[in-house]
Structure formats: C-alpha cells, structure tokens
C-alpha cells in the first residue's frame, strides 16, 4: 500500500537515535574547538662538537589575538621552560632553550593549528644554522 502525502509515523529506535545524535554531536564539535598542539620533531642543539641555542618560535596569522604556551623540552619529554602569551594578530613570540638541553618545542594554541606558523631554530656564533617547523 503506497503512502502518497502522509508522513511516516515516528518509530521508538528512530526517536532513540535522534535523541543519542542530538546529544553527542554538540560534544564532538565542541572536542574540536578545544586545545590544539604544534610539535617540531627533536633534533640535536650540538652540531660538530659546537653547542647551540635553540629557539622556539611562533607568529599568530589569526584575526584577533590568541593565547600560547611555548614549552621546551628534552629529549625524554622533560619540560625544561614553559610561558605563556597573549600574541596579537601578524605577531609573534619566542621561549629561548637556557639550559642547553632542549631538543624540541611544544606550542599549545586555543584555536585552529593552521593559524599560526611555528618552529625551532638553531643558532651559533655565526647565526641561524637550521630550523625545524612545528605541525
């Protein structure tokens, strides 16, 4: 029997699905718009028996200004410096690695990854040697 104009009566596990959606979903979206972190991969601050400073950096490319946590760590994960900042758009901020141990930088952001540009950069006595970015 065809039901030409008439709406399909509501099924109870059809209801039960509607309501289960209707209550995950907003916590998926909202997962999402949590937390996010940038890491370079870890890399050596020594190179040819010379130590190294190693920087970490990041620029805010986003509209309005968003807080970061820089942190710098070893390479057993350890935290060796750690700040927060508010950074303006089109601006950046750096931690420094003071204690000669650092192997990699963690950037915490409150918003989308892709709004900013980060990495660790590797200086000596005669300037900028590498860099390695953050994903």
């Not at 400073?53 to 990041?58: E, F, P, T, V």
């Amino acid at each position: 029997m065809q039901r030409s104009g008439l709406v399909e009566p509501l099924r109870p596990l059809r209801v039960f699905r509607m309501l289960v959606l209707a209550i995950v979903l907003p916590g998926a979206t909202a997962a999402h718009a949590g937390t996010s972190i940038l890491a370079t991969a870890p890399a050596s601050a020594v190179v040819g028996g010379t130590q190294q400073q190693m920087w970490c950096n990041l620029v805010n490319l986003d509209t309005s200004a968003q807080t970061v946590t820089t942190s710098v760590l070893d390479f057993d994960g350890k935290l060796l410096a750690v700040t927060q900042d508010t950074v303006e758009p089109n601006q950046g901020t750096y931690l420094p690695d003071g204690s000669g141990q650092g192997a990699w930088c963690k950037f915490t952001v409150n918003t989308s990854p892709k709004k900013f540009r980060a990495m660790a950069i590797y200086s000596g006595a005669h300037g900028y040697t590498a860099s390695v970015p953050a994903q």
